[in-house]
C-alpha cells in the first residue's frame, strides 16, 4: 500500500467515525421532529448482562438492554451531556487532534451549558463506553487517548507508524535500543511491513522481559516478544490481536503462576468484562498459556510461596468463570490449590539465568507445537 | 570519541566495577591471614543518619556506621552472603551478563552452602545497596538491572546507545514513533552525539506528556521531554542529570499541584532517601519546578479538589523537610494549605486543549528565564 492510500484509509475511518456519531446526534433531531422524546436504548452494562461467547471465545453483552430517555431530569441531563460530547468529538476529529478521557473531563468546565459539565470523571468515562457502543466506534477512533501506554516490542518485525510528524519504518530489533519499541496509544497507526516472526511471545513482567531479550531469545527463536506490563493496556493488547490475525502468527502467553496471572491472560485471551464490547477488537482468543503452570512448580521444583486466603478465593473463583471452564484450566487451578503454592516467573532463575531460555520455553513451546 | 574508544570506556568501568568487588573479598582474606576477625563498616542506613548536604543540594549518609562483624553467628552470616553475591557479580561481569535483583534472589537457591541462601528478597535488596556503598560502584555498573523500566524521551536529541547487538543511533524525533525512545535500564550506555534543545522538561503524567507531543511543543520550543511516568525510575532520573551535566541544559519539572508531587520533584532534584549514597550520580539539584504551583491555581482559576487529611499531612511535613525550606516552597506550601486545594496537570485542559503548551508553558517559563 503506498503511503498516499495509507493515508487515505486512515482518514477514511475517521470520517466514519464522525459520520457515526453524528447519526446519533440526528436520531436525537429526528425524534425531536417526529414529537418523541428523545432516547438512547444501550445494552445493559452490569456483569449479570455478560455472557461467554462460546463460538468465539470471547465476552460480549447479553439481550438486555437499557433506555435513556428524556423523560426525567436525570436522563435528559444524560443526553445533554451526550450531545455536548458528540460535537467535541466530532469537531476534534475535524481538526485531526485527540485528547484523554480526563481531558475531555476537564474541558466540560468550558462548555456553555452548566447542565452539560460532568460531575465525577466516572460519569464522562461511562459516557464515551456508551457512545463506543451505541455507535460501534472505538474510543481510538474518536482519537480518545489512554492514559496508561502501552507496552514495548523487540523481535524481527518492520513496522510503519504513522505519526503526526509524518510516517516512521522502524525495525523492531535493528532501530531501537535495549528498551525495544514503544507501542503508541492507537497502534491502528501502525502497519505491518514484513517479519521473520515465527510466533509471538506476551510476556508478563519486565524483568522477564529484559531476560528474554538480553538472553537473544527474540533473535534465536524468531520471537516477536511483547511486554505486558501488569493488565496490559488496550493498545498493547490491540496490537497483540492485529500480530495475530494478520500476520498469522500463534500467540502464547507467559505470567507468573498465581491467579491474577491467569487474569492478565484472560484479558488477553477472551476480553474484560470492562471492555466486552470491544471483545472483537481487542481478545485473542487464540492466544495459549504456556506457563507458568502449577504444573511446572511441580516438574521443575520452582521455589514457591504458599497461597494466601485472597489466592484462593480468586482461584475458587476462576473455577467459577466460563472463561476458564477447560480441561487444562480445570486440571491446573485443582493442582494449585492441592499444592498450595504459587511461582513467579523469575524463580525459573534458581535454576541458572540461562534455564529460561534454554530449556524451559523450548521445552513448553515444544509440547505445544509453537516451537 | 570513536566507537573503539566508547567501548574501551565501558569495558574499563565494567573492570574498574569487577576490582571493586574483588578488593572488599580480598579484605576479609587480608583480616583472616592476620588473625582478625573479620568485618565490614558501612554508614548507618536509617533515617536519622540521613543528612541534606547544603552545598550539592542533595542528601547524602551522615557520619554514624555500623560494623558487620563476623563475631556473631549472625554477622557471620551476612559476611557470607557478601562474598557469594561478591562472587556472583564478579563472574557475571565477567562473562558480560546482567541481572535483576529478583533473580539475584533465586539464584542464592542455586548456591552450594545453604547458609549463603537469602531468606527473603529485601535481603539481597539491601545487601546490594551495601556493596554500592562499600564499593562507591553502582547497581548498574553491577549489571544488576532495576525490575522498573525507565520512561521515554522525544526532542531534538541524537544518541547512540550501546546494545547488546551492537551501537544504535537514534534521533529521539525522527527515529522513533509516537510514543518517543524507550531509556534503557543503564542510560550509561547512551552517548549524547547532538542535539538542538534549548531545556530539558520532566513531565510526570502520562496524559501531559502525549498532549505536548501532540501539540508539537518539543518541536516548537526544541525542548527534550522526558516523561517521569509518576515516581521516576533510577534510570530516568540518571539521564536527566546527564542531560543536565553534560549538554549543560536547564531541567524544569512539571507535575500535578498536590504534595505527592512535590515529592517527585524531589527526587528528580534532591534524591531519595533510600538511594542518599547515590545523590551525586542521580540526583539534579539545579532542576527547577514550573507547576502546578498552589499560586497557578489562583493565577489561572484551575478545577481543583479540596485536600484530604493525607494531603494536609503531607504538606505540613514537607515544611519541615530541609529539601523544601526554600522561599520558593514555604510561600507555595503554606498558600496551599490556606486555599486548601490541589489541582491536576489536566485540569489546565478547562481552558482548552492548547492552553498548555500557548499560554500556561510560556508564561511560566518565561518568567523562569527558560524561554
Not at 458528540?86 to 484523554?100: G, H, I, K, N, P
Not at 482519537?143 to 513496522?159: I, Q
Not at 503508541?184 to 513482567?205: G, S
Not at 524463580?347 to 534455564?355: T, Y
Request: glycine share 6%; charged share 30%; net charge negative.
Amino acid at each position: 500500500m503506498s503511503d498516499t492510500q495509507q493515508q487515505n484509509t486512515a482518514r477514511l475511518d475517521e470520517e466514519e467515525a464522525r459520520r457515526q456519531l453524528l447519526e446519533l446526534a440526528e436520531e436525537f433531531y429526528d425524534q425531536f421532529e417526529a414529537g418523541d422524546i428523545p432516547e438512547m436504548t444501550l445494552p445493559t452494562r452490569t456483569k449479570s448482562n455478560i455472557v461467554f461467547d462460546e463460538e468465539a471465545g470471547v465476552w460480549v453483552y447479553g439481550d438486555r438492554t437499557s433506555t435513556r430517555s428524556a423523560n426525567s431530569v436525570r436522563g435528559a441531563r444524560k443526553l445533554l451531556k451526550a450531545v455536548y460530547a458528540v460535537e467535541f468529538l466530532a469537531q476534534q476529529l475535524d481538526e485531526d487532534r485527540s485528547s484523554t478521557l480526563r481531558e475531555l473531563y476537564y474541558l466540560s468546565e468550558s462548555w456553555d451549558s452548566e447542565e452539560a459539565q460532568f460531575t465525577s470523571q466516572d460519569e464522562s468515562n461511562q459516557l464515551i463506553e456508551d457512545l463506543e457502543i451505541v455507535s460501534g466506534v472505538t474510543r481510538e477512533d474518536f482519537h480518545m487517548r489512554p492514559e496508561e501506554s502501552g507496552a514495548k516490542v523487540m523481535g524481527p518485525l518492520l513496522l510503519r507508524e504513522q505519526t503526526r510528524r509524518g510516517d516512521r519504518e522502524i525495525h523492531c530489533q535493528d532501530d531501537v535500543g535495549q528498551g525495544g519499541y514503544q507501542i503508541p496509544n492507537n497502534p491502528d497507526t501502525i502497519e505491518f511491513l514484513d517479519n521473520d516472526a515465527e510466533f509471538v511471545l506476551c510476556v508478563e513482567t519486565g524483568g522477564m522481559r529484559d531476560r528474554l531479550v538480553e538472553n537473544g531469545f527474540d533473535a534465536d527463536r524468531d520471537a516477536i516478544v511483547v511486554h505486558l506490563g501488569g493488565q496490559p493496556a488496550r493498545a498493547t493488547r490491540r496490537l497483540t490481536k492485529r500480530l495475530h490475525d494478520e500476520l498469522d502468527l500463534p500467540v502464547v502467553v507467559f505470567c507468573d503462576g498465581d491467579p491474577w496471572s491467569y487474569r492478565i491472560f484472560g484479558s488477553v485471551a477472551y476480553g474484560s468484562i470492562k471492555s466486552a464490547h470491544l471483545s472483537e477488537y481487542l481478545a485473542t482468543p487464540e492466544a495459549r498459556y504456556v506457563g507458568i503452570r502449577p504444573q511446572d512448580i511441580v516438574d521443575y521444583d520452582l521455589p514457591t510461596d504458599p497461597l494466601s486466603d485472597s489466592d484462593v478465593n480468586a482461584l475458587e473463583s476462576e473455577l467459577e468463570d466460563p472463561r476458564f471452564k477447560s480441561e487444562f484450566w480445570t486440571e491446573q487451578i485443582e493442582l494449585q490449590l492441592d499444592i498450595d503454592k504459587k511461582a513467579e516467573q523469575q524463580a525459573l532463575a534458581s535454576q541458572g539465568l540461562d534455564f529460561v531460555t534454554d530449556t524451559y520455553l523450548p521445552e513448553r513451546l515444544g509440547e505445544m507445537g509453537v516451537l
